[in-house]
């Protein structure tokens, strides 16, 4: 699955399930905390992919996020990807291939996404909002890559960088203080776990079940079978995968934010 269609479809999963949580179990946020939210979740569904690395020196290559910072988030998706491919290495059983580059392995499994989550939420809970400016201006950046992909390309990383700073600054000062933030690391896990199922439909999959060997093998991947799998770039992802995101997204962005609009104009329905 495409850059796009990753962030998207964290946008759909954090705004349909706030929905779900405020119809159903009364559980209300305040549109700055459901627009944080998304954000961070649509940028999570993009962050798995910073194990695909590109040409640092030359500001090229690499997966849709390896680029949104330009040279410096190139050369951490370099890093990421040698980690990964290390951690494949030392961890692989006999009948696992031999690999050359680390994409899909360690950033594509559950641990990780645990991980950065629980992450996530320590770093805000021992250094606040400090913490939570630096989480947001990765987390937004991404978003924006992913989102608005074309914009983006014609922007450039420096505005890109200018503009997720200016609202990580903006948005940490309307934050109440004295708190974890816990939610900017559900948000962070969930965006990770919503890449890892949208991977899992195309024919590639991802390792799933890691850490726990299926036969001789530590790092098998679980994908669709090829009469089923998502071809990414496709017709089917482009057109009826993004389509129905963006209508979940709309639909459930109106549905939370409505009523508060409605009632702030004294409007009833």
């Not at 990780?112 to 400016?133: D, M, N, P, Q, S």
């Not at 989102?147 to 505005?159: C, I, N, Q, V």
């Not at 199922?197 to 195309?202: A, I, Q, R």
Request: a positive charge; glycine letters at 12%; one cysteine or more.
């Amino acid at each position: 699955m495409m850059g796009p269609s990753h962030a998207l479809s964290g946008a759909a999963v954090w705004l349909g399930g706030s929905w779900a949580l405020d119809h159903f179990a009364g559980y209300e946020q305040s549109p700055l905390a459901i627009a944080v939210g998304t954000a961070v979740c649509a940028g999570g569904a993009l962050f798995p992919d910073l194990d695909l690395s590109g040409r640092v020196t030359r500001n090229k290559g690499g997966a849709t996020v390896a680029r949104t910072f330009g040279v410096a988030s190139l050369f951490l998706a370099e890093v990421i990807e040698k980690v990964s491919l290390a951690v494949y290495h030392v961890t692989k059983l006999s009948d696992d291939p031999d690999r050359e580059n680390g994409h899909r392995t360690l950033t594509h499994t559950l641990p990780f996404t645990v991980l950065v989550g629980w992450g996530t939420t320590a770093l805000c809970t021992a250094y606040g909002k400090w913490a939570v400016i630096g989480i947001l201006f990765v987390m937004i950046g991404l978003a924006l890559r992913g989102l608005f992909d074309e914009w983006a390309k014609r922007a450039g990383w420096l505005l890109i960088t200018l503009i997720s700073l200016a609202a990580a600054w903006g948005t940490a000062l309307r934050l109440p203080g004295d708190r974890g933030y816990p939610m900017l690391g559900v948000a962070v896990g969930v965006g990770c776990l919503v890449h890892l199922l949208g991977d899992l439909v195309t024919r590639a999959g991802v390792p799933i079940l890691w850490p726990i060997p299926t036969g001789r093998r530590m790092w098998r991947m679980f994908g669709m079978p090829d009469a089923f799998a998502l071809r990414a770039g496709g017709a089917v992802e482009v057109y009826l995968f993004r389509g129905a995101f963006m209508v979940v997204s709309l639909l459930s962005a109106w549905g939370l934010l409505a009523p508060s609009v409605l009632r702030r104009f004294n409007i009833e329905v």
